[in-house]
Every structure is written in C-alpha cells, then in structure tokens.
C-alpha cells in the first residue's frame, strides 16, 4: 500500500460510515470473503460489467459478469485466470499495478475478448484527504422542458463545501450527470473527492456544480436525447441551459453570471456539447473540460443543412477568437468510425486554438475511448482550467501561456503499420 494512502482508509463525512466502499471491496477480494459476491454484486453502480475495474492505492479490482470462466489481460500482457465469486456469475481479480498512469485491459471469456476499456491509476488528490470538508450532494430532480418538447431530464447539484451561497458562487455544468454521482463516481472522474480536496487545498474556489443528464423522451422517439442533445452543432442545447435548467437551480442555489466564474465540462458527446455552449455564448461560460470530445460527424444531417462535430476545429480557426479557456485531453487508442475519427479530430482542434491563440492546454496520451484519462488528470486539469482566478474580478481576457506559445503546431505520424 502506498504511503500517502495510509491515512486515508477510515473516511467518514460522506455517507459512507467508517469504511470507505472501494476500500472495503479491495479488502474483501484480497481476503477471498464470503462477502465478495454480495459486495460486488450490490456495491458499486457498473462494476460487474464489460469496462468494470475499482481502483484503491495501487490494487486494482477487475470484476466481470460471464456465464463462462473469465480472464483478464492488463496492458496487452498474457491474461491471468480470475476468480469466481461464490453464488454469482461475477469473476474478480485483484493486481497491484502502477500509479500516475492509464491502464488498458480486456476481458476475455473462454479465451474470447469481450470487452477493452482503460482504467486510471488515480493521483493522491483523487482519495479523500484528512481535514478536506465534504460537499453536498442534492437529491435527484426531474425537470421538463419546453426547448425540447416532450422531453424530461433529471439533474443533480453538488455544492462545494464554502461555497458562497449569499454573493453567489461559480458555477460548472457537468454533461452526463448521472455517472458522476454517488459511487459511480468511484469509478469514473471521482468529482466530488478531486473538488472537494482542490478546495480545501484554496487550489480552486468552492463551486456549485450541476450534474445534468441527458433527457428522455420527446423527438428521440423513445430513445434518450443525448446525441441530439449533445452532437448537434447549434445553439439549442445552450438555450436549454440557461432558460430552462439554472433558473431551476437558481431557485435553491446563487451562482455567479459572469462568463468568468462559469465553465462547462463533458466527456464524449458531453465535451462537444460543453465546447458548443461556450462558443455560442461565451458571454455566459468561460471555461471549457474536454475529454475524449466527439467533434465528428454524428449528427451531420446534409439534407437539413446541419453540419457535424468535424466543423468546429474549422470555425476555430476561420472566425474571431472568443474569450474562452479550454483544457482538451484524448488518446491515439480513440474511435475510428464511419462517423469520424476522435484523434485527428481532437488534433485538429488542438492546433486550431494554437493557431488563433486560444489559452488552451492539449493532453494526448495512448488510451481508447474512456474517462481513465480524464480521471487521471481531473486534480491538475481543474487546477489549470481555474488557475488565478479571483473572486473580486467579474473578468479576464484569457492568453496563451508563453510556454505554450513557445511550441510549434502538433504533427501527426503513423506508427502502427506501413504508410508508403
């Protein structure tokens, strides 16, 4: 176990009595419990499925649910048996892997892959420090909307613990909502922990954070709205935003109006849905979270003149600068689709703020399609998207750091195959 873990096992303030759940679950799995197929089964939302891992110092908990006997391959190395938990059809594996890292594994059942996804090796800031006040987590709320007929949509705010509630605090909107609540977040971005450990650090200002998720119902025909919610190029969903969803949320909490002290941040179609907000009203939002942004062509509709995710990067580059601020992560392991590419995209865009001088910071490491990456640098990504800022000042004009200005455009060169 490592050091800066030791005294973070007893947690307690969050609802979670004595015990921390993951640390429980770890401990339950090296032990081999008669509890384990309880702890597994009824623990943490999403665990027991094709992209399960939990994460608790340097142990990693890989848990998948297979009618057949399951193996687990981390980090393309041979894949080792995993263990049946007693009563269930739920396999479990306990590794000690490195930190400050990603980790890919897949899944295999009978020797046949059913699953590839990627896992962080969470830095210290993402486990509950000692003498960090916890926030608060909201209960579920429903709200229907008019903007998107015949739609409903159930959102959550958590609030930083300080949080100036009497003046007006500022404010994030988290796309995706539901999978960043509760313990789902445990094994994703781990929000609320990251924040609350920021804050009392006086590393980033106490915030109310609205956890939205996407809407069911109305023009999807059953379906949730999230593609037409989120990839859609256009200004709708920022309208849903600020006619329909912060008045709500302003009945019971004060949050500040400036674009300043107001960021919005996704992950997927969630991040060109936090990007779209704030270029179509940086006037209201000022700061933007990308994680594997979907800037591709998902809902390009030629026939009705509506262009994909692919024409962001290009308006960058082609309009005036806005006033935005914008930290951008994604992996060479990205989707490649009929709809688009994820890397290149995000490259693109990458190089499209460099060009138009955007304070902009660009992670791109080798992971696939998921949050791991995110989650690993959500402490330092919060830090930079929030750094300097001052509860006196309604304003800033936002500049490209000298370090970043100092580098040249990013260059793209294949390295898994011949390419002559």
């Given at each position: 176990?490592?050091?800066?873990?030791?005294?973070?096992?007893?947690?307690?303030?969050?609802?979670?009595?004595?015990?921390?759940?993951?640390?429980?679950?770890?401990?339950?799995?090296?032990?081999?419990?008669?509890?384990?197929g309880e702890l597994l089964g009824k623990g943490l939302p999403g665990l027991k499925g094709r992209d399960g891992a939990?994460?608790?110092?340097?142990?990693?908990?890989?848990?998948?649910?297979?009618?057949?006997?399951?193996?687990?391959?981390?980090?393309?190395?041979?894949?080792?048996?995993?263990?049946?938990?007693?009563?269930?059809?739920?396999?479990?594996?306990?590794?000690?892997?490195?930190?400050?890292?990603?980790?890919?594994?897949?899944?295999?059942?009978?020797?046949?892959?059913?699953?590839?996804?990627?896992?962080?090796?969470?830095n210290p800031d993402a486990y509950p420090l000692p003498g960090a006040a916890r926030g608060k987590l909201s209960e579920?709320?429903?709200?229907?909307?008019?903007?998107?007929?015949?739609?409903?949509?159930?959102?959550?705010?958590?609030?930083?613990?300080?949080?100036?509630?009497?003046?007006?605090?500022?404010?994030?909107?988290?796309?995706?909502?539901?999978?960043?609540?509760?313990?789902?977040?445990?094994?994703?971005?781990?929000?609320?922990?990251?924040?609350?450990?920021?804050?009392?650090?006086?590393?980033?200002?106490?915030?109310?954070?609205?956890?939205?998720?996407?809407?069911?119902?109305?023009?999807?025909?059953?379906?949730?709205?999230?593609?037409?919610?989120?990839?859609?190029?256009?200004?709708?969903?920022?309208?849903?935003?600020?006619?329909?969803?912060?008045?709500?949320?302003?009945?019971?909490?004060?949050?500040?109006?400036?674009?300043?002290?107001?960021?919005?941040?996704?992950?997927?179609?969630?991040?060109?849905?936090?990007?779209?907000?704030?270029?179509?009203?940086?006037?209201?939002?000022?700061?933007?979270?990308?994680?594997?942004?979907?800037?591709?062509?998902?809902?390009?509709?030629?026939?009705?003149?509506?262009?994909?995710?692919?024409?962001?990067?290009?308006?960058?580059?082609?309009?005036?600068?806005?006033?935005?601020?914008?930290?951008?992560?994604?992996?060479?392991?990205?989707?490649?689709?009929?709809?688009?590419?994820?890397?290149?995209?995000?490259?693109?865009?990458?190089?499209?703020?460099?060009?138009?001088?955007?304070?902009?910071?660009?992670?791109?490491?080798?992971?696939?399609?998921?949050?791991?990456?995110?989650?690993?640098?959500?402490?330092?990504?919060?830090?930079?998207?929030?750094?300097?800022?001052?509860?006196?000042?309604?304003?800033?004009?936002?500049?490209?750091?000298?370090?970043?200005?100092?580098?040249?455009?990013?260059?793209?060169?294949?390295?898994?195959?011949?390419?002559?």
């Amino acid at each position: 176990m490592t050091r800066w873990l030791a005294g973070m096992l007893l947690v307690t303030g969050m609802g979670w009595g004595q015990v921390h759940p993951l640390q429980e679950l770890v401990e339950a799995a090296r032990t081999n419990s008669p509890r384990i197929g309880e702890l597994l089964g009824k623990g943490l939302p999403g665990l027991k499925g094709r992209d399960g891992a939990a994460v608790w110092g340097q142990e990693f908990l890989f848990a998948v649910e297979s009618e057949k006997p399951a193996t687990v391959s981390v980090d393309k190395q041979p894949a080792v048996a995993m263990t049946l938990a007693p009563g269930t059809k739920i396999w479990y594996r306990l590794m000690t892997l490195r930190l400050g890292t990603t980790h890919t594994y897949t899944y295999l059942a009978d020797g046949r892959p059913i699953g590839t996804y990627d896992v962080a090796g969470y830095n210290p800031d993402a486990y509950p420090l000692p003498g960090a006040a916890r926030g608060k987590l909201s209960e579920m709320r429903t709200l229907a909307s008019k903007i998107y007929p015949g739609m409903t949509a159930n959102y959550w705010v958590y609030v930083n613990a300080g949080a100036d509630l009497q003046r007006g605090a500022p404010l994030m909107v988290w796309q995706d909502g539901e999978t960043i609540v509760g313990n789902a977040d445990l094994l994703r971005l781990r929000l609320q922990i990251v924040s609350d450990n920021l804050v009392h650090k006086k590393v980033i200002p106490p915030m109310v954070h609205v956890l939205i998720s996407p809407g069911s119902g109305g023009e999807a025909a059953g379906t949730r709205m999230r593609s037409i919610q989120y990839d859609t190029v256009s200004d709708r969903y920022g309208k849903y935003l600020l006619e329909e969803v912060l008045p709500e949320v302003e009945k019971t909490y004060k949050v500040r109006k400036d674009a300043y002290s107001r960021a919005m941040a996704g992950a997927s179609s969630g991040a060109i849905c936090a990007w779209n907000v704030a270029w179509y009203f940086p006037g209201q939002f000022g700061r933007v979270l990308s994680h594997i942004g979907s800037y591709t062509g998902i809902q390009w509709r030629p026939e009705q003149n509506q262009d994909g995710g692919y024409i962001v990067s290009h308006r960058v580059r082609r309009e005036a600068r806005k006033n935005i601020r914008v930290w951008l992560s994604d992996g060479s392991d990205d989707i490649e689709n009929q709809t688009g590419s994820w890397p290149l995209n995000n490259i693109q865009l990458a190089n499209a703020l460099k060009m138009k001088g955007y304070d902009f910071h660009f992670r791109f490491g080798e992971g696939s399609h998921a949050i791991a990456q995110g989650a690993l640098d959500l402490p330092e990504s919060l830090a930079w998207l929030w750094r300097g800022w001052e509860a006196a000042k309604t304003a800033e004009t936002y500049e490209m750091e000298e370090a970043e200005r100092a580098k040249p455009l990013f260059r793209v060169k294949v390295v898994n195959r011949e390419a002559w």
